[in-house]
């Protein structure tokens, strides 16, 4: 079946800009993750859906990122007055959260470069 | 802070033999570990998995051990392939199908 998509692929955006990344889960997926990736850095957790609600929201590194969850599916992460700090991969995840099936499966990222 | 350690920025091994991949955490809340590879402009791929109750798991090549007492964990590939050069990522997390804390990843590369 389909896997985790992203868009865009890849952004650019002037300093000062706002962004918005969408992230479509698998379907049925009920957990849904966004992370990110900088530049020689490990993944960073930023936010966990479970359905629409958002019950782990700690790693959001500033009240410039947001992030919403429609229908139990789509979810989109927007980063408002945008900094050169903020260019990274950012990358989303789902999981079923079925019992013995907790991983979760990555999308392929959107590169955010901030000029 | 960084929870998840990956001392090893990257490993160099030759086709046939074992690849060792090391792991060590500080948070004993952690309850659930994870191996991810990842090829470049790609999302991480999920490998194997190991819960704190058992101190290790195997998938045909990938074996992973799990040192509580010591807060390690180990990703053992063999006999390793080219195919398997990628930078791998140990994570864990409190609880299964919350968030993972990452390491910053090992590069590996397996030569012909």
């Known amino acids: 079946g389909a896997g985790v998509s992203q868009s865009p692929s890849n952004k650019v955006t002037e300093k000062g800009k706002d962004v918005e990344l969408r992230c479509d889960p698998i379907?049925?997926?009920?957990?849904l993750y966004w992370y990110r990736q900088s530049l020689g850095q490990g993944l960073e957790f930023l936010i966990y859906?479970?359905?629409?609600?958002?019950?782990?929201k700690s790693g959001l590194p500033s009240d410039r990122f947001s992030a919403e969850r429609t229908g139990g599916s789509v979810s989109t992460l927007t980063i408002q007055r945008t900094q050169q700090e903020d260019s990274a991969v950012y990358l989303c995840a789902s999981s079923s959260l079925r019992v013995g099936d907790y991983e979760q499966y990555f999308g392929p990222g959107t590169r955010l470069t901030v000029t | 802070d960084q929870q998840v350690k990956q001392n090893s920025p990257s490993l160099s091994v030759q086709e046939g033999r074992i690849s060792i991949l090391n792991c060590d955490y500080t948070?004993?809340?952690?309850?659930?570990f994870l191996w991810y590879k990842k090829y470049p402009a790609e999302g991480p791929t999920f490998l194997i998995s190991i819960s704190s109750i058992k101190d290790k798991n195997e998938d045909g090549r990938f074996t992973v051990f799990l040192n509580k007492s010591a807060k390690h964990l180990s990703l053992h590939i063999v006999p390793s392939q080219p195919g398997d050069s990628a930078v791998y990522f140990c994570?864990?997390?409190?609880?299964?199908?919350?968030?993972?804390?990452f390491g910053k990843g090992t590069s590996l590369l397996v030569t012909p």
């Open positions: 994570a864990a997390s409190v609880v299964p199908g919350y968030a993972l804390n």
């Open positions: 859906f479970q359905g629409n609600s958002a019950p782990d």
């Open positions: 379907s049925g997926h009920t957990a």
């Open positions: 948070n004993s809340m952690f309850d659930y």
